[in-house]
C-alpha cells in the first residue's frame, strides 16, 4: 500500500497546496489570504475556535467553495482533478452522520472503494480485500455486519476511518477526531495516524482540543478567519500565539478542556 | 352485501374478478406502479424528502394537463412542471427570507390551484376525478403502456444508480469528496419522483400518490437494518397493499386509490406496534447478529 500512495510523488512537492486563500459567502469573508503547504508524510493540526473558518477551509481543500482569490493544489493537481483520482478523504464528525440509516459497518466501508469502481459500483474482489483489510487495521472485522448505528461513538469513528484506509487517499481531512471517543479508540487511532505519515499520507486534522496536537501533531496551523501562525508545534504553541488565536481567551477555559493534572500542580 | 362475503371462499374472493378484462388490467398496473413507487420510496423516506415528494406530486399537476392539452404524453409535461416547481423552491428559497417548508407549501399549492384552472379552462375531455384519485378500474390501453414505459424508466435509473443514490443519501459530502457529481444525483432523483408521481396517480391520483412515495418506505424502514431488504420490503408490502386494495374497491364498491393507501397505512401500523427491533411492542431481548 506504502508504495500505491507514492508511486510517483516526490518528496518534495506538496500534497496539500493552498496559497492566498480567500473565501466569502454573499459578501461575508469567511477566510482571507490562507497559505498552507504540507509535504508527504505529515500530520498537522488546524485549530481554531468555532466560526474561525476551518470548516470553511476544510470545505475549500474539497471543493465544496470556491476561493474568490487565491488557489488550491492537491498533490499537484486541481481539486476536482485530485478527488477524482481518489487522493482525498474525508472523515466526519459523528454528529453529521445519520447513523439510524439501513448499511452495514462493511458497507460504509465499502463506500470507500467506490470513486474506483465503474458506475454500477459492483466490488470486485480487490475492493473486497481492500474493505477486509481496512477493517482488519481498526480492529472493527468481527462487526462488519453490525448495522452503523448499532456501533458506540467510537467505533463509528474507526469505521469512517476505515472507509478511508479503503479509498486509499493520500491525503486526509480529519474533523475533530477525538471527540467523544472511547479509550480504546483514541490510541488506537493516534497508532494509525503515524502509520499513515510513515506510509506518506498528509493528515489534516481540524480540531479545539489542544492536548492532542501537542502530543503528534508534527505542524501546526493557527486560524482565526486567517492564518495566523504555521509551522513546527514546539514553536508555534506558544501563549501568545494561543491567546491571539483564541481572542484572549484562555483556550482551556474556552472549551473546557482543562486536564485534571494542571489543576493538580 | 354481508351475504355475499359470506357465501365465497377466499378462493373465490380473489379469483372470480380475474375473468374480467379490467380487474386483470387494474391489478396489473396496481401491482407495478405500488413496487415502482416503494423502490423509489425507500430513497424518499431515507433522505428526508416527505414534503418534496408532497410538493412534487402535487406539481406535477398542471404539467399534465398541458400535456393533455397538446396531445403530449402526460410524463413530459409532469417532468417539466416537477423539476421546474423544485427549481423555483431554490429559488425563491434563496432569495428571500422565507424558510423552506414555508416556500415549499407555497409553491406546490400554487402549481396545484394552476392545475385546477387549467382544467377547468382548457376544453378536454381530460377527467379531473380521474387526475385527483385515480381510476385503475378504468385505465385505458394506451395509459397502461404508458404507465408501463415510465415505470421500466424509474427502475432502470434506480437499478443503475442504486448505489450512488444510496451514498448521496447517506452522506453526500462523501460521494462529492470522491469525485461524484451530486448535483447530478439531486436531479435525477428528482426527476425521477416525478416521473413515479405520474405513474402513482393511475392507481391513486394526485392527491393520496405522495402516500405511495412515503409509506411503504417508512414500513420497511422500521422492519430491517439493510438497504437491499428495506428496497424489497418496500416493494412487496407496497405492491401487496395495491393488489389488495384493488380487491377491496371491487367487492365493496369502494373508492380505489382510497382503499389501496388505506391498507398500506394498515401494514405500516402492524409494522409499527409489533416490529422485531423497532415496534412499540418490540420483543426485548433482540440481539444484533
Known sequence: MMNQINAKFPSDAFRIEADQVCVDYNGTVALYDASLQLRAGVICGLVGMNGAGKSTFFKALMGFVRPSRGFIRINGLEVFTAQRAQAVAYVPQNEGIDCSFPVSVWDVVMMGRYGSMNFLRIPRESDKQAVKHALERVELLDLRSRPIGALSGGQRKRAFLARAIAQRASVLLLDEPFSGVDVRTEKLMSELFLQFRNEGRTILISTHDLSHVRDFCDLVVLINKTVLAYGETSEIFTPENLNMTFGGLSPDVLFGQTPADEFTK | ?289
Open chain 2, 1 to 289: 352485501m354481508i351475504d355475499l362475503f359470506a357465501s365465497i371462499t377466499v378462493f373465490d374472493w380473489f379469483i372470480d374478478p380475474l375473468s374480467h378484462e379490467f380487474m386483470r388490467r387494474a391489478l396489473m398496473v396496481s401491482a407495478l406502479v405500488g413496487g415502482v413507487c416503494g423502490l423509489l420510496s425507500c430513497y424518499m423516506t431515507l433522505k428526508g424528502w416527505a414534503l418534496m415528494g408532497d410538493a412534487v406530486s402535487h406539481a406535477v399537476m398542471p404539467g399534465v394537463v398541458v400535456a393533455y392539452a397538446l396531445g403530449l404524453p402526460f410524463s413530459i409535461g409532469a417532468f417539466v412542471f416537477g423539476v421546474g416547481s423544485v427549481a423555483l423552491i431554490g429559488f425563491v428559497k434563496q432569495k428571500s427570507r422565507i424558510k423552506e417548508d414555508t416556500v415549499i407549501g407555497l409553491v406546490f399549492t400554487g402549481f396545484f390551484a394552476l392545475g385546477l384552472v387549467l382544467v377547468s379552462k382548457i376544453k378536454s375531455n381530460i377527467d379531473l376525478m380521474h387526475i385527483l384519485f385515480g381510476s385503475p378500474l378504468g385505465i385505458s390501453n394506451s395509459d397502461v403502456v404508458h404507465t408501463l414505459t415510465i415505470s421500466g424508466l424509474v427502475v432502470l435509473i434506480l437499478l443503475l444508480f442504486r448505489r450512488d443514490l444510496m451514498l448521496y443519501c447517506f452522506d453526500a459530502t462523501h460521494a462529492r469528496s470522491i469525485g461524484i457529481n451530486t448535483g447530478i444525483l439531486h436531479y435525477m432523483l428528482l426527476s425521477v419522483l416525478s416521473l413515479a408521481a405520474v405513474a402513482g396517480l393511475q392507481t391513486v391520483g394526485i392527491i393520496l400518490v405522495v402516500a405511495m412515495l412515503i409509506t411503504p418506505g417508512a414500513t420497511a424502514y422500521l422492519l430491517t437494518d439493510r438497504f437491499d431488504r428495506m428496497n424489497l420490503l418496500a416493494i412487496l408490502s407496497s405492491s401487496i397493499s395495491s393488489v389488495i386494495g384493488v380487491y377491496i374497491s371491487y367487492w365493496s364498491d369502494i373508492e380505489t386509490g382510497g382503499s389501496i393507501v388505506l391498507v398500506q397505512t394498515i401494514i405500516f401500523l402492524i409494522a409499527f406496534l409489533f416490529a422485531p427491533r423497532y415496534g412499540i411492542f418490540k420483543s426485548q431481548k433482540v440481539m444484533h447478529s
